[in-house]
């Protein structure tokens, strides 16, 4: 490993790198998101946390403290659980004494927020690498501009998440310091208890952290321990005040509201079997790359162009396996064990078949849409129908975009899954030492070890949105780190048996490293920063559209008596803009109880009762949204949405379009 120069151990350079990290990381976060802080509010939640949460009396401080996040909503989540985050509804407290109704204020608390938990993320992932900066700055960076973001940001109800990563990253920087420090500083384990009492009170996710401390003692800790027994035992006695406050804090939890954990019911273990494998692939894959990541190489009209670009690419993995795939027979039949090899040969044929099948997409894919087209009009295919949920009142080319993500994805999981398989194969012991004998593969065990402690507590909840990740995201972007690291080292050697006197291999290690690093960052941020792989369009749709109800609101319920039943008709359904690079799955625009917030906060002595019925798709929006109203008897007032959504080739000026059939255009 590549030592530090004296240089670098300076304390004054030490702190000139140390805020040029800090402010690099705020600037990479306000210049990728920046675009948010004009969105109006779109979260399904934004005004009923905006009234419920408001000071007016000590009595309502006190009423944050004492009951659930949803009391009176009517909600599901009120049905089956129960959230009690006093922390995450004291910050809208805050930003409504501050700003009002104006989004701006609620959208730059949210910046802000993820700014100091990339920020968090470079110490803890310093902390964690024993001072190694340019690698904590890498994972930190990731973390600050990964497409994940898109699903949270833009919506001041999801930062709730980010609260409790926030005060979980602090308790977890405090607890590596209580583990690695002298006895005497034992005052480390309770500022990290403390944290982890916010982090509990912003989101209940954050339970996870006494997992995590545990796991950091026995696989870092103690990781010389023998034998395993004798390791149990001191990780329990170095970690006995977290275990005993967890359990004290759940059990104050559920004395204060009466309420379990929020999460949903199935009826079966068939259901519930369905539901969890969802889950295990939605999280896997949102951490991956989240939104439509092939949506270049799927597109369901190719030009001569990528055609020729996936001919270039089918000849040049032809010719690898023309040059290279005798020695490769070679080395796995030399196996002693026949069955070993065939195993081998088997994961091999399904690394690469994958991967031709994905390069020769576009020259498949008219007979492609052809197939598809047919399975749309109920002429056969109806599998395959039914897997794309394919609908005649939605466009057929959505089903496009969704099958050619849906058939690379699929395609790209069996390519990772058999290469990674392969390389165990080949590697396991190599392996084996790295993760026991290194000080990045105990770390990488460490990490690994936080993902599935998050993908084992949703699927125990049986509940996930994919805005839940972001509390998974930091092991993820660090796991990432340490991987180009591992590979930027591994190059370097290659360069010098390689190239021996070129000038390569005279750069100072530090600096070759740097490079690699600098160019796979802003490679990642750009793929962010570009305009076509923004994904802001359904919030942007899901703003318009409420910002233009609450707008007409007024004029409609004006003469209505103060106990009016109002019966709405037709709130948007947002759907994803599947055709784009980084879209956003999940948009919730608005539901009954947030109207009725919405009055409560105009109209405080209003007793409204509003009820909500069918819902429509929409794909994309340009200010044309028809509202109208009728009176439907004494109290009774009804108010239907009507949108003009364009069919157009071209994007509309927010969202986007689809051709209405595969001719089209």
């Known amino acids: 490993m590549i030592k530090q120069t004296s240089l670098f151990r300076s304390p004054f ?19 990728t998101y920046w675009k948010v802080l004009g969105l109006p509010f779109t979260g399904i939640d934004d005004y009923y946390l905006i009234d419920t949460n408001r000071i007016q009396s000590i009595g309502d401080f006190v009423r944050i403290f004492t009951s659930p996040l949803f009391p009176n909503s009517g909600s599901n989540f009120q049905i089956t659980g129960s959230f009690y985050r006093p922390i995450s509804r004291l910050t809208y407290s805050l930003d409504y004494s501050i700003w009002g109704l104006n989004p701006f204020g609620y959208h730059l608390t949210d910046l802000v927020l993820h700014s100091i938990n990339s920020v968090l993320a470079y110490f803890l992932l310093k902390t964690l690498t024993k001072g190694k900066r340019l690698l904590a700055w890498t994972g930190a960076a990731i973390f600050a501009t990964h497409p994940l973001l898109f699903e949270i940001l833009p919506s001041p109800t999801r930062r709730q998440d980010m609260l409790a990563t926030m005060f979980l990253f602090i308790a977890l920087i405090f607890f590596v310091k209580y583990a690695t420090s002298a006895p005497k500083k034992n005052y480390f384990q309770y500022l990290s208890g403390v944290a982890f009492i916010f982090a509990f009170l912003s989101k209940e996710v954050a339970i996870i952290f006494p997992v995590l401390a545990l796991a950091y003692l026995f696989l870092i800790t103690f990781s010389d321990v023998r034998p395993y027994g004798r390791r149990g035992l001191s990780v329990i006695n170095k970690g006995r005040f977290i275990i005993i406050l967890s359990a004290v804090m759940v059990f104050t939890r559920a004395f204060l509201i009466e309420r379990r954990f929020a999460s949903y019911q199935y009826s079966s273990f068939l259901e519930r079997l369905k539901v969890g494998k969802e889950r295990v692939w939605q999280f896997g894959e949102h951490l991956l790359y989240p939104g439509s990541r092939f949506a270049p190489l799927t597109e369901p009209y190719p030009g001569i162009l990528k055609k ?24 796995i039949l030399r196996k002693e064990r026949h069955a070993v090899a065939v195993i081998e040969i088997a994961l091999s044929v399904i690394t690469l078949l994958p991967l031709i099948l994905i390069v020769t997409y576009p020259l498949l894919a008219s007979s492609i849409n052809q197939i598809l087209q047919y399975a749309y009009n109920g002429q056969g295919y109806h599998l395959l129908a039914a897997t794309l949920g394919m609908r005649q009142d939605m466009p057929f080319e959505i089903y496009l975009y969704r099958f050619g993500n849906w058939y690379v994805s699929l395609l790209s999981m ?32 460490f990490l690994l070890s936080w993902l599935l402690t998050c993908l084992l507590l949703f699927l125990s909840i049986r509940m996930f949105g994919f805005y839940y990740n972001y509390i998974a995201l930091f092991p993820w972007c660090a796991i990432l780190a340490i991987l180009l690291f ?10 010098q048996q390689i190239l021996p006197l070129s000038f390569v291999s005279r750069l100072p290690g530090k600096l070759v490293t740097l490079g690699v690093i600098i160019i796979a960052v802003l490679g990642f941020y750009a793929v962010n920063s570009f305009p076509f792989s923004r994904g802001f369009s359904e919030w942007e749709i899901c703003g318009g559209i409420k910002s233009k109800f609450y707008a007409e609101l007024p004029a409609f319920i004006g003469n209505s008596p103060n106990d009016s039943h109002l ?14 690079i980084i879209h956003t799955e999940q948009v919730g625009c608005m539901i009954d ?11 405080p002595a209003n007793r409204f009762e509003v009820y909500t019925h069918e819902k429509e798709s929409v794909f994309n929006y ?3 949204l028809n509202i109208s109203s009728s009176s439907q008897g004494e109290g009774e007032l009804k108010v239907s949405m009507r949108y003009i959504q364009d069919d157009g080739l071209n994007d509309s000026k927010e969202g986007c379009s689809y051709r209405s059939s595969p001719g089209s255009g």
């Open 13 to 31: 350079i030490s702190l000139i790198l140390t805020g040029l990290a800090l402010v690099s990381l705020c600037l990479i976060v306000f210049l």
């Open 486 to 495: 591992e590979l930027a080292h591994a190059s370097r050697r290659i360069y």
């Open 593 to 603: 109880y947030s109207i009725k917030s919405w009055l409560n906060i105009h109209y």
């Open 622 to 624: 340009s200010d044309e």
């Open 567 to 580: 019966h709405i008709w037709g709130l948007p359904k947002i759907r994803p803009c599947e055709k784009n």
């Open 414 to 445: 069996g390519f990772f899954l058999s290469a990674v398989m392969l390389t165990i194969m080949f590697q396991r012991k190599r392996l084996k030492a790295y993760f026991r004998e290194t000080g990045n593969g105990r770390l990488l065990s």
């Open 308 to 331: 020729i670009v996936s001919l270039l690419l089918l000849t040049g993995i032809l010719l690898f396996l023309l040059l290279f795939g005798r020695a490769l027979c070679k080395l």
